[in-house]
């Protein structure tokens, strides 16, 4: 059978409509999203006109800046950074520590950070997404990550000296073997450095389509000394550097017309002036054995983090008789606010402990002025060093906790100021910039950040 000549000229010219058409759309492959975190950097910092960052009110200038982001519940780094990704909250996704909690009879939980990503994430990232759709990866300090196979590049916080990108920085003379063996034990400040010598290495050589680059210097820094110190404000000073170094390279490498910025942070901080040690009062209550300064045994303990804690029963308890014990040996504690049993978790983004034998059989919130400690040894209230210290993991809803949030770029509008975030936004955002769509998300996209809505 032939075909009508001008039924083929009326195909043919369809197609190539149609060809033209799909070619003139940006498509994901041509476009890059660099996610920089500043572990700890408050959104109220901003406020302040003398703290020196200017690349930061440059970048919120010609982009968008939030009034603040709120953190997720437990507001401390791996859940918040995890949300970050994921676009949900730690119900969902499942990390509420640093690392993974580790549960074994009559002894205390401890916390493991060097588990793979396939062990702590419940839920399908980001990362996971882009690199499913073709699209290149990359990974510098970003955390609840290990051994993603997602990820395309990676130069993690305990880099593998034998890791790929390692070997390149070894051969560009940006580290030495020795360094790379003992990095974690290198002072913070240098390895932020490192991190930021990693992440500028990978824009130039493999300029992935998604990047994820975090830095702690500001949170170590925080702890320390406290936030609106002296020291933190060197320290948000020096991100500010990184910062424009990382958008150095990202014009030195031709990408900027292409690229989409965001500047995020996990949580703000708070001023402590008392620490609570809730295994001390667990200890006289006799509900945990201390030898020389540790925990040997236990039938409850508190793990802390920070301005929120959570309590676990160690052993076999079907009368409540220890939970009911221990509830009332930690609400006779000086600092103690509220205690919420799990028929309360959902209000605060947080599993059921049947859902997730991460969470505590208590979630407990001290009062303004208050921060949890671990120790298990007397006196079960101490005052905090001279100056204060900071703490974060306090209640994602105050306003002190608030995070950072930039976006500036390719395919953000210029000059737009938000209200305030949710954390579980940012991913369904970037998502969309790369032309992708996150499943069962509790944030949002940012359509009044987006240039094309």
Known sequence: MSLNPRRFSLIFALVFSALTWLSAQPQPAARHVVVISLDGFPSWALEDPYLPVPTLRRLAAQGVVAKGMRPVNPSVTWPNHTSLVTGVTPAKHGVLFNGILIREPGVPPRIEPWRDKAEMVRTKTLYDLAHERGLTTAEVDWVAIQNAPTISYAFPERPDPKGQIARELVKTGAINETSLTDFHTRNIVWRDQMWTEAARHILRQHRPNLMLYHLLNLDSTHHRYGPRSHAATIAM????????????????????PRTTVFVVSDHGFRLVKRQIRLNAALARAGLLEVTEGKVVKSQAYVVP?????????????????????????????????????????????????????????????????????????DPAVVDAAEGGLGAHGYLASDPELSALFIASGAGIVRGAALGTIDNVDVAPTIARLLGLTLPDVDGRVLVEALVDK
């Open 237 to 256: 000073a020096q991100l500010d550097s990184a910062v424009a170094s990382i958008l150095d390279t990202i014009e030195q490498a031709g990408l900027t």
């Open 305 to 377: 983090e920070g301005g929120t804690a959570l309590l676990y029963i160690t052993v076999p308890d079907p009368s409540g008789e220890i939970l009911s014990r221990a509830k009332s040996t930690i609400a006779s504690v000086e600092g103690v606010g509220t205690i919420v049993e799990p028929n309360g978790y959902k209000q605060y983004g947080l599993p059921q402990p049947t859902d997730n034998n991460q969470m505590g059989a208590l979630f407990i919130i001290p009062k303004e002025g208050y921060a949890f400690n671990a120790a298990a040894t």
